[in-house]
């Protein structure tokens, strides 16, 4: 890690691991932390975590929700307020979230964000698998 992105935080990989004697964590840093941080924020659940209970972004509410632009839009401000109060290290420049053409039930949710110590772009497309429910 160089001195310069010291500042961008490191934490333990996610998910967890080990170095191959057992006695040291593995560990994530920089755009990679910000990264996995990402990934952790939104797949926990409000109330998970027991002293940080509003952490998340709670998108676990929202399976077998039926695709349509309102759930879309929920998504959309779940991510994007999870971000703004837990993930101070970045600002989100753009989110789209999109049914996979592929896939049957998979919301592809694709961030483009800048880390602000630095000025540099990232993006990302978390996956979320939505069983839609029947609606016959």
């Known amino acids: ?56 972004c709670d998108l676990q509410n929202l399976l077998f929700e039926e695709i349509d632009q309102g759930l879309v839009n929920q998504i959309s401000r779940l ?19 999109s049914e996979s053409k592929k896939e049957s039930g998979l919301l592809l949710i694709s961030l483009e964000y800048t880390i602000r110590s630095t000025n540099s772009r990232f993006n990302m497309v978390y996956p979320f698998y939505v069983n839609e429910a029947n609606t016959e």
Not at 12 to 25: H, L, M
Not at 82 to 96: A, F, Q, S, T, V
């Open 1 to 56: 890690m160089s001195e310069n992105s010291t500042f961008l935080g490191t934490g333990w990989s996610f998910p967890p691991a080990f170095t191959q004697a057992g006695a040291d964590v593995k560990m994530s840093a920089d755009a990679e932390d910000i990264h996995q941080s990402l990934q952790i924020l939104f797949s926990t659940s409000l109330g998970e975590r027991i002293m940080r209970e509003d952490y998340g």
């Open 79 to 97: 991510i994007t307020d999870g971000i703004l109060y837990h993930e101070p290290r970045i600002e989100l420049e753009k989110i789209e979230v």
